[in-house]
């Protein structure tokens, strides 16, 4: 390594160097393997009842209803070699330096209701109310959604709807 005029360091590169191979130890030192650690998990109960209601004047109202209570968390521990600082000694696919977990509760409930119009026009209609207690400001959200059925002959059905939606806050961003 020499240096240039103010004396910082200018390397030259050695070209018989550059195509040899490297030897089986040379790549063992400039390898290594790291392990991150993670854990997730999700406990979940529902219970669900559907039917028909009653019959109406082109045929059975049906309905369907839940009620959901669940909890979820994770854990995530990356390898330490990751988290030096400055610059990272290795390459991490997963870009892990941050350890990071939590845990939430979540609960729900939702209805659902199929109303035949005519014979060949169906009407459905649902809603479903979410919350989660967690640290973000979207503590709940109510979404539903409204379409209609059309069967003008037996081979071909017509499908319109319009609905809401909702997705919860990624776990480890909250």
Request: hydrophobic fraction near 35%.
């Given at each position: ?31 290594t ?14 219970f ?9 004047w ?64 169906i009407?459905t ?50």
């Open positions: 390594v020499s240096t240039n005029a103010a004396g910082e360091p200018v390397y030259h590169l050695d070209r018989n160097r550059l195509w040899n191979p490297l030897s089986p130890d040379q790549v063992r030192s400039l390898m393997h790291g392990q991150n650690r993670s854990s997730s998990w999700v406990n979940q109960g529902q669900t009842i559907s039917g028909d209601l009653f019959n109406g082109a045929g059975p109202i049906g309905f369907a209803a839940v009620l959901e209570v669940g909890s979820q968390g994770y854990e995530l521990h990356p390898d330490p070699l990751a988290d030096t600082g400055n610059p990272v000694p290795y390459f991490s696919p997963f870009g892990l330096r941050d350890e990071g977990g939590g845990t939430r509760k979540r609960y729900a409930t939702g209805l659902e209701f199929k109303v035949p119009l005519l014979s060949s026009l009407a209609a649902a809603g479903r109310f979410d919350q989660y207690d967690d640290d973000t400001a979207t503590d709940d959200a109510f979404t539903y959604n409204a379409g209609l059925e059309w069967r003008p002959v037996r081979s071909l059905l017509l499908r319109g709807s319009y609905a809401t939606s909702f997705r919860a806050p990624d776990m480890h961003f909250v």
